[in-house]
């Protein structure tokens, strides 16, 4: 994948300089201690404070925290000069307390100086009695400027903070982590359609076929067969068997999958949970809205307030400067969704997302199994609810007006081009609101691929937006027709790669696939030669487009050719466009069907790339458009039984979307749904995808945890892991857009 993400950054630059420093003891093979007086017997040096008042108190360092503050860095205790040893174990452990009790310490080990990584945080909610607490880790860097930091500030009241016995003690074994995966039997814990497939993996040793037994809620046996062995799954390193028990059709919940003395986690066999899911991962984008306050009414317990909208402490977006350097005017770009765990917004990824998001809307028109009234009016719980347009509609339209405000205006360097992102100048720490964000925001330089995802989307929104708004539809028309013109005279503009600082750089060197779907969607809203021409003299429309890997924000073309092969229209030799797409789901059929945990995605070298759930997901996309085409079950049944894997028939046993299945992923990456680093705050709303296995594990927590991870074992569920377990727009789009279909065959 051509995303790469930078560490996220905690704002210890707030923090006060250290009241004294003492020299630091190197590490070696031996434990060393590295914390100076972490005991507080006689004195508090070496530690600093930061806006508290504080003083030793019966042998501990305790601090009088004032309220009123808002972010966690605004009050803090610390020390600096500590000595880290690349690749070296420590362990981090303090006794600590606070009054009245419920109060979080964000206790860090990071960098004193800029750019101030943070390399280890916990944020334990303190009790009045105290608690011990202690966590291994492994240092990513060699370092004399390391920094302890307990940051205490964010509440609205005052409260009393005390810490003792404060140790980073190098040299401890590396801490061996062993993911909890539950029952031996893998299931999709969420629902199987009772007239779709039914298959399940057993992780076991045997080598011979074994009995298994379905039981419905209250213990019954309702089915049986015998187990498949499979061999050894490259995918997981597990010797595992399948269960295929399709042939049971009745409908039910609380079911379990008995084999080799284990029993799964409880399942329905129904349509009503898909037909939620459809909704909820689509209610996700309301609270990912920037530029308006979030309504708890719609939203009970994700309200907030407004996110940059000049309020202080934002900068806001309706006048943001470009980057020094990149132009000499400022553009409103209020409103759009957050991308992702961060506070930017970036033209690709929201290009990728606002096209997936209107092509389930748009298949829903032409599909045989569609059904545009599951999306309309009413059913998302929007501010723009019972406005007699699509609610679908409207929550793209959101992202679609920022898309056009990023467009440069007329008369300036560039004209019609579009900005490739806008995001703060340093990246933030966590957590943090949107309307809390400090941060200077820029806009950075126009990019080729910004552009034709402008003129893409645009392209689409005018003919699926012509029946509610034909002006809007008439703006978007002529904004793609400029972006289009713009990119045709300036082809190859593309984003620098180390352009990552406050925000994803989303670098790609390759326009020949934004330029074909661009074309497509074009040719598509207008029937216009010049785009037909576009698109068939491209060499992507010929090529073979479906991967491995599929389709994402930096590989477009079958965006165009998935469009071409199901909306209306005549293009010469459109059967030869509606041919790939089948042979392309034929490829990953036969994917599915020789992986043992049954998915149409197998990377190249075993090495799953960032975000792998969304493209297993899109891969399925494509198995299930070519149901579309052709109406030959194959294809159902294959796009139905992708979702399993989501869903919990994994390695890891687990659903990868929030609030579906027994056990889910609900600590992602993000500064708001932050539950984990602040009780106050929400976990992720229900309907939201993790990112998964990542084999590259680019942040530290996932090196320290997961160092030498298998295929599937690449993924933590923990919020510090932004490399595994984040959230994105463009992921829940996938997510959107294959709940959709799999809720249409019921």
């Known amino acids: 994948m051509k995303r790469r993400r930078t560490a996220l950054l905690s704002l210890t630059a707030l923090l006060a300089t250290a009241l004294s420093a003492l020299p630091a003891q190197q590490a070696g093979a031996d434990e060393v201690e590295q914390v100076r007086n972490g005991t507080f017997d006689t004195t508090a040096d070496p530690w600093w404070?930061?806006?508290?008042?504080?003083?030793?108190?019966?042998?501990?360092?305790?601090?009088?925290?004032?309220?009123?503050?808002?972010?966690?860095?605004?009050?803090?205790?610390?020390?600096?000069?500590?000595?880290?040893?690349?690749?070296?174990?420590?362990?981090?452990?303090?006794?600590?307390?606070?009054?009245?009790?419920?109060?979080?310490?964000?206790?860090?080990?990071?960098?004193?100086v800029s750019p101030y990584d943070?390399?280890?945080?916990?944020?334990?909610?303190?009790?009045?009695?105290?608690?011990?607490?202690?966590?291994?880790?492994?240092?990513?860097?060699?370092?004399?400027?390391?920094?302890?930091?307990?940051?205490?500030?964010?509440?609205?009241?005052?409260?009393?903070?005390?810490?003792?016995?404060?140790s980073l003690l190098g040299g401890v074994p590396p801490e061996v982590y062993e993911p909890d995966t539950g029952p031996r039997v893998r299931v999709n814990q969420v629902a199987y359609l009772p007239a779709g497939p039914k298959n399940?993996?057993?992780?076991?040793?045997?080598?011979?076929?074994?009995p298994w037994q379905l039981k419905n809620a209250r213990g019954a046996?309702?089915?049986?067969?015998?187990?498949?062995?499979?061999?050894?799954?490259?995918?997981?390193?597990?010797?595992?068997?399948?269960?295929?028990?399709?042939?049971?059709?009745?409908?039910?919940?609380?079911?379990?999958?008995?084999?080799?003395?284990?029993?799964?986690?409880?399942?329905?066999?129904?349509?009503?949970?898909?037909?939620?899911l459809r909704l909820d991962a689509v209610k996700y984008y309301y609270t990912q809205r920037s530029g308006t306050p979030i309504r708890d009414d719609l939203r009970p317990g994700y309200g907030r307030l407004a996110g940059h909208v000049d309020v202080a402490p934002n900068?806001?977006?309706?006048?943001?400067?470009?980057?020094?350097?990149?132009?000499?005017?400022?553009?409103?770009?209020?409103?759009?969704?957050?991308?992702?765990?961060?506070?930017?917004?970036?033209?690709?990824?929201?290009?990728?997302?606002?096209?997936?998001?209107?092509?389930?809307?748009?298949?829903?028109?032409h599909a045989r199994t569609?059904?545009?009234?599951?999306?309309?009016?009413?059913?998302?719980?929007?501010?723009?609810?019972?406005?007699?347009?699509?609610?679908?509609l409207d929550e793209v339209r959101w992202e679609l007006e920022f898309l056009l405000r990023m467009q440069v205006p007329a008369g300036k360097p560039l004209a019609g081009m579009a900005h490739h992102k806008i995001h703060d100048e340093s990246?933030?720490?966590?957590?943090?609101?949107?309307?809390?964000?400090?941060?200077?925001?820029?806009?950075?330089?126009?990019?080729?691929?910004?552009?034709?995802?402008?003129?893409?989307?645009?392209?689409?929104?005018?003919?699926?937006?012509?029946?509610?708004?034909?002006?809007?539809?008439?703006?978007?028309?002529?904004?793609?027709?400029?972006?289009?013109?713009?990119?045709?005279?300036?082809?190859?503009?593309?984003?620098?790669?180390?352009?990552?600082?406050?925000?994803?750089?989303?670098?790609?060197?390759?326009?020949t696939d934004e330029f074909y779907w661009a074309a497509a969607e074009l040719y598509l809203s207008t029937g216009e030669k010049q785009f037909a021409d576009h698109v068939l003299n491209s060499p992507v429309h010929t090529a073979d487009i479906f991967g491995p890997a599929g389709f994402d924000w930096g590989r477009t073309a079958a965006a165009g050719r998935l469009d071409l092969a199901t909306v209306p229209n005549g293009l010469p030799g459109r059967d030869k466009v509606r041919a790939s797409v089948v042979k392309a789901a034929d490829r990953y059929l036969a994917t599915l069907t020789a992986h043992p945990y049954g998915m149409p995605y197998a990377p190249d070298n075993n090495l799953y790339d960032w975000g792998s759930s969304h493209q297993v997901l899109n891969n399925a996309v494509t198995v299930a458009t070519a149901y579309d085409i052709t109406g030959a079950s194959k294809y159902r049944d294959g796009a139905l039984q992708s979702m399993d894997y989501l869903l919990g028939r994994n390695a890891l046993n687990m659903s990868y979307v929030t609030g579906y299945g027994e056990a889910n992923a609900h600590n992602q990456h993000s500064r708001w749904y932050a539950h984990q680093l602040d009780p106050k705050l929400p976990n992720p709303p229900a309907g939201t995808l993790a990112g998964g296995p990542n084999s590259s594990?680019?942040?530290?927590?996932?090196?320290?945890?997961?160092?030498?991870?298998?295929?599937?074992?690449?993924?933590?569920?923990?919020?510090?892991?932004?490399?595994?377990?984040?959230?994105?727009?463009?992921w829940n789009a996938a997510l959107t857009r294959m709940a959709s279909f799999v809720a249409d065959q019921a």
């Not at 009016?377 to 347009?389: F, H, R």
């Open 200 to 210: 399940a993996t057993l992780v076991t040793d045997a080598t011979t076929k074994l």
């Open 370 to 392: 569609g059904h545009p009234a599951k999306l309309g009016d009413g059913t998302l719980a929007l501010p723009e609810s019972g406005n007699k347009v699509p609610d679908i």
């Open 221 to 276: 046996t309702v089915a049986h067969g015998w187990s498949m062995p499979r061999g050894v799954d490259v995918s997981s390193g597990q010797n595992v068997h399948s269960i295929d028990f399709g042939a049971y059709r009745k409908k039910g919940t609380g079911l379990t999958l008995v084999a080799d003395g284990e029993t799964s986690r409880p399942f329905d066999i129904g349509t009503a949970a898909y037909e939620k």
């Open 427 to 511: 990246w933030t720490g966590l957590p943090l609101l949107p309307s809390d964000d400090p941060q200077k925001r820029e806009l950075h330089p126009p990019s080729t691929q910004a552009t034709l995802n402008l003129a893409a989307t645009a392209a689409q929104a005018a003919r699926l937006y012509r029946p509610y708004d034909k002006a809007f539809a008439a703006r978007a028309l002529t904004a793609a027709r400029t972006a289009w013109a713009a990119a045709l005279a300036h082809p190859t503009l593309y984003a620098d790669p180390n352009d990552g600082t406050g925000g994803g750089a989303y670098s790609d060197t390759d326009a």
């Open 118 to 166: 943070t390399w280890y945080e916990a944020s334990p909610v303190l009790s009045v009695s105290g608690d011990t607490y202690s966590y291994t880790f492994t240092s990513p860097v060699d370092t004399t400027q390391g920094q302890v930091a307990f940051q205490v500030g964010g509440s609205a009241d005052p409260w009393r903070f005390c810490v003792d016995d404060v």
């Open 49 to 112: 404070t930061s806006n508290v008042t504080a003083g030793l108190s019966e042998g501990r360092l305790c601090a009088d925290v004032p309220g009123g503050t808002t972010n966690r860095w605004d009050a803090a205790v610390g020390q600096n000069d500590i000595t880290l040893v690349k690749g070296e174990s420590y362990r981090f452990s303090f006794k600590s307390s606070g009054a009245p009790e419920g109060h979080v310490a964000r206790a860090l080990v990071g960098l004193s």
């Open 315 to 365: 900068r806001g977006d309706s006048a943001v400067p470009c980057q020094p350097g990149v132009c000499d005017y400022t553009l409103d770009v209020r409103g759009g969704w957050y991308d992702a765990g961060d506070h930017g917004k970036y033209v690709v990824n929201g290009g990728i997302t606002a096209w997936e998001l209107l092509s389930t809307y748009e298949r829903s028109l």
């Open 697 to 730: 594990i680019q942040d530290p927590y996932a090196q320290l945890k997961l160092k030498g991870c298998v295929g599937q074992f690449c993924y933590i569920d923990d919020i510090q892991s932004w490399s595994t377990n984040e959230t994105a727009i463009n």
